[in-house]
C-alpha cells in the first residue's frame, strides 16, 4: 500500500456529477507529474470539470493523513509537575510520573489529551495509538481516554494500549490491573519487560501480555528495551511469542533502543528473527535523542535502534512522538514530521532516497502497524488526506512546513494560511520563500 498507487493509472471516474472539491496540481509522494484530486460525498473520485470548490495546489504536496503511533496522551502537558526531571534519564522521568499519578482526574486528563488531539488534527494527524498507563488502581487515565475515544467519535481514530509503567510483575496486582484495563475497553496490549524487577520477570511480563492479547484477540504493542543495557534482550522473546501464536502482523515492539548497544553478531539474528515474525517496529527519535546515553561518559551512544538495518530486513519501521512535554520531553506540539526530521539527523538519513521514506514511516508504515483499513489515496476511498506547504517529500522534511489543508471524510478539518515573510535588503522589502 504506497500512498500514491491507484492514482498513477487514472480509470474511470468514481461517480459522475459535481464535485465537492477538487484540488488541482497535487503532487502525491513519489508522482513525478501533478494530478488533480476530486472529492465527493466524502470520497475521491477523479476529477471533474465542475466542482463546488476549487483549489490550486501549484504542485503541493499531499499525503494520506498523517498517523501517530506512539504517544502518551495521559501524560502531555504535565512538564514539571510535581518537578521537573534534573537528570533528564528515562528513569527520574518514570519516578516524577508516579507522583504526578496521585493527583490525576479523569477532567484532568481529558482535558489535556484533548489539546493535544487537536494540535495533532492540525498538523495532520487522523489516527493515533496512545500508550495509557495502566498502574493506577483507580485506572483514572484509562477511564478518561476511553470516554473520550466515545466523545471523539469519528472526528479522528484513537487506540488504546494498556500500558503498565511500573511493570506487570513488579508490583503487587500488575497482572489484576491489566485483565480490568482490557476489560475497560484497551484495544492493544501493552509491557515495559526491561523496568521488572528481574530478567525472569520481564520473560514472563512478555508472555503474560501475549497471552492477555490472543486470549481477548487484541494486538500487541511493548515498550521494549528502552534502555543502554546490551543484556537487555527481551525483543527476542516478542519474536518467540509471535512465531509461536501466529500472531504476524499484529505485533509491534517500540522504542527497541538496547539495539544500539548490541554486538554485530547478535543484532544479525535478532533482526532475522523479527523479520520472520512479521513484527513491526516503532522508533521515537524525539525522545530517545534526550533519554538515551545519561548514565555514559564520553563517547555518549545515540542510543538508538538499528532503524536502516531493520528496514534491509524488510520490517515495517514507524516513527513515533512519544511525548509531549511531559516529564520525559519537554518539547513539542505532536507534529511527526517534527520526528521525522530529528531522525534524518539521528538516524544519518539524509540520502536522496532516504528522505522520501521518512513521510513513509509517518503515513503508510504505520498505518499498516495499526491495522487501519481504508487507509491511503484511492479511487473511492475516505477523502481523508494532508496538504503539505512544500513541493515534495524532501521539503516537507527540510522545512517542517504547516499544513495547508487537512481533509477528513472529505471536510476541511484543518487549514493554515500560507504564511509570507519578507526580508529588507538592500533597503528593499522584499518576499523570501526559502526556496533556492
Ligand atoms: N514511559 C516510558 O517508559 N518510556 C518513554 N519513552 C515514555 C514514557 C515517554
Ligand atoms: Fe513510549
Redesign the pocket.
Known amino acids: 500500500m504506497q500512498p500514491g498507487d491507484l492514482w498513477r493509472k487514472p480509470r474511470l471516474c468514481y461517480r459522475a456529477g459535481v464535485l465537492d472539491i477538487l484540488l488541482r496540481g497535487a503532487r502525491l509522494p513519489g508522482a513525478a507529474t501533478l494530478q488533480d484530486l476530486g472529492v465527493v460525498n466524502g470520497r475521491l473520485g477523479l476529477p471533474e470539470p465542475e466542482a463546488r470548490l476549487t483549489m490550486d495546489l501549484k504542485g503541493a504536496l499531499v499525503t494520506p493523513p498523517l498517523v501517530e503511533p506512539h504517544i502518551?496522551l495521559d501524560?502531555v502537558l504535565t512538564v514539571g509537575q510535581p518537578r521537573p526531571n534534573l537528570t533528564g534519564s528515562?528513569f527520574e522521568?518514570?519516578a516524577i510520573?508516579a507522583d504526578r499519578v496521585k493527583s490525576l482526574t479523569v477532567e484532568d486528563v481529558k482535558r489535556r489529551a484533548e489539546k493535544v488531539l487537536r494540535w495533532q488534527l492540525a498538523n495532520g494527524v487522523q489516527h493515533v495509538r496512545t500508550?495509557v498507563?495502566v498502574c493506577d488502581p483507580e485506572l483514572r487515565a484509562l477511564r478518561a481516554l476511553v470516554e473520550l475515544r466515545q466523545e471523539i467519535g469519528d472526528q479522528m481514530d484513537l487506540q488504546l494500549v494498556a500500558?503498565p509503567?511500573q511493570g506487570i510483575f513488579s508490583f503487587e496486582g500488575g497482572s489484576e490491573l491489566m485483565r480490568r484495563a482490557v476489560g475497560l475497553g484497551a484495544d492493544v496490549v501493552g509491557g515495559?519487560p526491561h523496568?521488572e524487577l528481574t530478567r525472569e520477570l520481564g520473560i514472563k511480563s512478555v508472555e503474560f501480555t501475549f497471552a492477555l492479547a490472543a486470549e481477548h484477540g487484541l494486538r500487541v504493542d511493548i515498550?521494549c528495551d528502552?534502555t543502554d543495557d546490551d543484556h537487555s534482550r527481551f525483543v527476542e522473546v516478542m519474536a518467540a511469542e509471535t512465531i509461536r501464536l501466529g500472531m504476524a502482523g499484529r505485533v509491534t515492539a517500540?522504542?527497541t533502543t538496547a539495539m544500539h548497544s548490541y554486538n554485530n553478531a547478535y543484532a544479525y539474528r535478532l533482526i532475522r528473527n523479527l523479520a520472520r515474525a512479521g513484527m513491526h517496529v516503532v522508533t521515537?527519535p524525539l525522545?530517545?535523542s534526550v533519554?538515551q546515553g545519561r548514565f555514559d561518559s564520553y563517547p555518549i551512544r545515540r542510543g538508538h535502534t538499528r532503524v536502516k538495518e531493520l528496514m534491509e530486513a524488510g520490517i515495517n519501521v514507524c516513527i513515533g512522538h512519544?511525548?509531549v512535554m511531559?516529564?520525559?520531553?519537554p518539547l513539542g506540539y505532536g507534529d511527526p514530521v517534527q520526528a521525522a526530521f530529528v531522525l534524518a539527523h539521528y538516524g544519518q538519513m539524509s540520502g536522496a532516497e532516504e528522505l522520501p521514506r521518512l513521510i513513509d514511516m509517518i503515513t503508510c508504515n504505520p498505518a499498516r502497524a495499526l491495522g487501519l483499513e481504508d487507509y491511503g489515496l484511492r479511487e473511492g476511498g475516505s477523502a481523508n488526506l494532508v496538504v503539505f506547504d512544500a513541493a515534495s517529500e524532501t521539503d516537507a522534511i527540510r522545512l517542517v512546513p504547516r499544513r495547508r489543508l487537512v481533509l477528513r471524510r472529505g471536510r476541511i478539518v484543518a487549514r493554515t494560511e500560507p504564511a509570507r515573510t519578507t526580508v529588507v535588503w538592500d533597503g528593499r522589502e522584499e518576499a523570501v520563500d526559502f526556496q533556492p
Open positions: 502518551h501524560a528515562l522521568g518514570i510520573w500508550h498507563d500500558f509503567q515495559i523496568y515498550h528502552e517500540s522504542h521515537n525522545d530517545n533519554l512519544d511525548s511531559d516529564p520525559w520531553y
